[in-house]
């Protein structure tokens, strides 16, 4: 499965940005999609994740209700809608492709390179 980052770049805070990712290689409608995130020197932390249908998605609390993440099982691709952005959400974003949606990053067998989100204050 090769997954395709992108959307990232520089926003001012209170800003939107959409991520995109869009997945080959593999069916995608039948799998979990997560987006986690990695700040300089920080671990990586789980964002959002949806089901394979589309429902059942959750979010880190950091994140919530400002972060919404979405697919399009037609075009294999799947969203991060991010409004109202602040300044820690500064990092890069990874979207990630599993069995089972969790905010587990090991729960995920492939990742995407990663696209660099940077919220200016």
């Known amino acids: 499965v090769q997954l395709q980052a992108s959307g990232g770049g520089l926003v001012q805070a209170g800003g939107s940005l959409r991520l995109s990712c869009a997945a080959s290689g593999r069916t995608f409608s039948s799998y979990a999609m997560g987006w986690f995130r990695q700040a300089p020197g920080k671990e990586r932390e789980f964002v959002a994740a949806i089901g394979w249908s589309g429902g059942g998605t959750f979010y880190a609390d950091s994140v919530k209700a400002r972060f919404t993440i979405s697919r399009d099982n037609a075009k294999n691709t799947v969203y991060l809608q991010m409004n109202s952005v602040k300044p820690e959400d500064t990092a890069v974003y990874y979207c990630?492709?599993?069995?089972?949606?969790?905010?587990?990053?090991?729960?995920?067998?492939?990742w995407g390179q990663g696209t660099q989100v940077t919220v200016s204050s």
């Open positions: 990630a492709y599993g069995p089972v949606r969790s905010p587990s990053s090991r729960r995920y067998d492939y």
